[in-house]
T-cell receptor, first 113, second 111 residues
Framework: DVKVTQSSRYLVKRTGEKVFLECVQD?????MFWYRQDPGLGLRLIYF???????EKGDIPEGYSVSREKKERFSLILESASTNQTSMYLC????????????FGPGTRLTVT | AQSVTQLDSQVPVFEEAPVELRCNYS??????LFWYVQYPNQGLQLLLK??????LVKGINGFEAEFNKSQTSFHLRKPSVHISDTAEYFC?????????FGAGTTVTVRA
C-alpha cells in the first residue's frame, strides 16, 4: 500500500511564527502536492512539485513556500503564520504520468492564534 | 481551465436507502473525472474514476457513477447505504497538470 505520512495531525502556532509542515511518501512518486482544505471551498492547490528541487505554484501560493530536497519528502513552509492560514493541510503524491491518481496523507489541522 | 460544481453541500439519508450525489463540471481539455471520499479524521481516497470507455463506472464499496457528456455531469450513486458511508465526498476533474475539486458533499447516514 502507498503510504503518505504527515509530520503532525494537529498543530497550534502563534501569529508570526515560521511553520514547517512535512510530508513523506514511500512509493517513489515523482509528483507531490500540497492542498489546503476549508469548509465549503473543497481542496485548493497551494504548490506542487514534479521532481527534486522543482516546484510550481498552484491556485493559492501567497504566504507559502515549499522545499523538495529529496524525492520522498515535500515540505510546506509558512514564513510568518497568520490567522487566515488556520486550516486543514493535505499532502498528496502520484506518479509523474498519472497525476490524476493521487494518494493523500491524513492531513494536518493547523490553528494559528 | 476546468471547474467542478457539487450541487448539494449536505445529504442526510437513512441506512439502506439509495443516495445520489450530483456533480457538474466544465473543462477545456480531455475530461478525466473522479470521486474521492474522506472519512472522518482521514485523508482522501479514490472511490472511482472515468478516463474513457464505458460511461458507467463502478468503484469501491458499491458506488458507481455515470458520465454524461451532453449534460456535463458525473453523478455518484449507491443503491443502499450503510452507516459506514458517512463521509465527505469530493468530485474532481483533471486539467493539464492538476486536479480541480468541488466544494464537497457531506453524507450523513442515519439508522
Amino acid at each position: 500500500d502507498v503510504k503518505v505520512t504527515q509530520s503532525s495531525r494537529y498543530l497550534v502556532k502563534r501569529t508570526g511564527e515560521k511553520v514547517f509542515l512535512e510530508c513523506v511518501q514511500d512509493m517513489d512518486h515523482e509528483n507531490m502536492f500540497w492542498y489546503r482544505q476549508d469548509p465549503g471551498l473543497g481542496l485548493r492547490l497551494i504548490y506542487f512539485s514534479y521532481d527534486v528541487k522543482m516546484k510550481e505554484k498552484g491556485d493559492i501560493p501567497e504566504g507559502y513556500s515549499v522545499s523538495r530536497e529529496k524525492k520522498e519528502r515535500f515540505s510546506l513552509i509558512l514564513e510568518s503564520a497568520s490567522t487566515n492560514q488556520t486550516s486543514m493541510y493535505l499532502c498528496a503524491s502520484s506518479f509523474w504520468d498519472r497525476s490524476h491518481e493521487q494518494y493523500f496523507g491524513p492531513g494536518t489541522r493547523l490553528t494559528v492564534t | 481551465a476546468q471547474s467542478v460544481t457539487q450541487l448539494d453541500s449536505q445529504v442526510p439519508v437513512f441506512e439502506e436507502a439509495p443516495v445520489e450525489l450530483r456533480c457538474n463540471y466544465s473543462s477545456s481539455v480531455s475530461v478525466y473525472l473522479f470521486w474521492y471520499v474522506q472519512y472522518p479524521n482521514q485523508g482522501l481516497q479514490l472511490l472511482l474514476k472515468y478516463l474513457s470507455g464505458s460511461t458507467l463506472v463502478k468503484g469501491i464499496n458499491g458506488f458507481e457513477a455515470e458520465f454524461n457528456k451532453s449534460q456535463t455531469s458525473f453523478h455518484l450513486r449507491k443503491p443502499s447505504v450503510h452507516i459506514s458511508d458517512t463521509a465527505e465526498y469530493f468530485c474532481a476533474v483533471k486539467g493539464d497538470y492538476k486536479l480541480s475539486f468541488g466544494a464537497g458533499t457531506t453524507v450523513t447516514v442515519r439508522a
